[in-house]
């Protein structure tokens, strides 16, 4: 009985061993958790400031409200200026509520522009006007360079540019030049036109207003825009049943021919080029009225040339024209002296044979 006593009580003694190395080790580790969430430094809250006021951050937004989606937001490219008269100008429903616009603004922001709104001091804003200074200033450098009336005078009409595309890039440049006077615009836009009909249209017209030369210029456009389409016209290929045959081609290469109208013709005793020259000279005659006019043809011979037409195509000789004139002339007896040498010598030849 007391071996067995003996043996419960060695097995209580080890129970309690193993019970007391137990608590030992989860107190050990919970020393351990605790040492790591004493090295753990706790979360640092990010700071907000707000630069608006406290009456502009209690004003409640209307449910109804919806800002507009088509205005880009401002990214510190561009003219701070033309941003917020594009954002007024959006808001115009609520223009006359200066807390939702200061509300409203920010969310056009972007880029460095929002960087720069969070930085405010907080508090310092308390109405639109003065946001709005804040940001023209601020990004004042950002602004385009915008260029003057002197600029708007270097703009003139290329020398192949229809009147059409000279007036649109003239008014394209004068749009980017605020408070343009348009009596200067005038005058510069009747300056920069290609010397021409044109030009000395407007100058004998003298408009008055950029309404009258606009009139003048929209009847001159139409001008340009007719000829423009009917040379295109003439330059379209035609159709297989309107191009001539060959036969016609050949008709078309045969220069025109007069039909002489004598029977005979005097015998000059000096070649008929030199007689036309020299009446032509004397004005015993006067010449066509459309010589040196003429257009030449696309098959003219430019080896042979006409003192009568003072032109290409055909010598004197050939000239039915010239002929038919120093016939009617001789028979008139105004060119003795180019035939009477001829006669006497003849008759000398026949007196010397006899």
């Known amino acids: ?3 067995l006593l003996a043996i419960i009580q060695n097995n209580d003694e080890k129970k309690n061993d193993d019970k007391k190395a137990n608590t030992d080790q989860h107190e050990e580790r919970q020393s351990e958790s605790n040492a790591k969430t004493e090295e753990i430094p706790p979360k640092i809250g990010r700071r907000r400031t707000n630069p608006f006021s406290e009456e502009i951050m209690s004003f ?12 880009t937001p401002y990214k510190e490219i561009g003219d701070p200026k033309v941003h917020v008269t594009k954002f007024e100008s959006m808001m115009f429903l609520n223009s006359d509520s200066d807390l939702i616009l200061c509300r409203s603004f920010p969310t056009f922001l972007d880029g460095a522009a929002l960087l720069w709104f969070s930085n405010l001091p907080a508090g310092s804003i308390s109405s639109f006007e003065e946001f709005a200074k804040l940001f023209i200033n601020h990004f004042a450098a950002s602004k385009s360079y915008v260029r003057d009336s002197d600029y708007l005078s270097t703009t003139k009409q290329g020398q192949h540019e229809s009147l059409k595309d000279y007036m649109t890039r003239f008014t394209t440049a004068a749009m980017k030049i605020p408070d343009l006077n348009p009596k200067v615009q005038l005058h510069t836009i009747k300056n920069g036109l290609r010397p021409g009909k044109f030009q000395e249209a407007i100058t004998v017209a003298k408009p008055k207003t950029l309404e009258e030369f606009r009139e003048k210029a929209t009847g001159q456009i139409e001008i340009e825009e007719l000829h423009e389409a009917q040379r295109n016209k003439r330059l379209l290929p035609r159709k297989e049943e309107e191009k001539p045959t060959k036969s016609q081609n050949k008709d078309l ?7 002489p109208k004598f029977y005979s013709y005097t015998k000059f005793n000096t070649k008929r080029e030199d007689i036309i020259k020299e009446i032509l000279h004397n004005k ?5 009225s459309k010589a040196r006019t003429y257009q030449d043809q696309k098959y003219v011979d430019r080896s042979k040339h006409c003192a009568f037409h003072q032109k290409y195509g055909h010598t004197t000789d050939e000239c039915v024209v010239s002929k038919d004139l120093l016939e009617r002339l001789a028979r008139q007896g105004l060119l003795d002296k180019y035939v009477t040498s001829r006669r006497q010598k003849e008759a000398r030849d026949t ?3 006899s």
């Open 351 to 353: 007196n010397k044979s």
């Open 253 to 259: 290469k045969k220069p025109f021919k007069l039909t």
């Open 1 to 3: 009985m007391a071996k």
């Open 60 to 71: 409640k937004i209307p449910k109804n409200f919806t800002l507009p989606m088509t205005l």
């Open 284 to 288: 015993l005659i006067k010449p066509p």
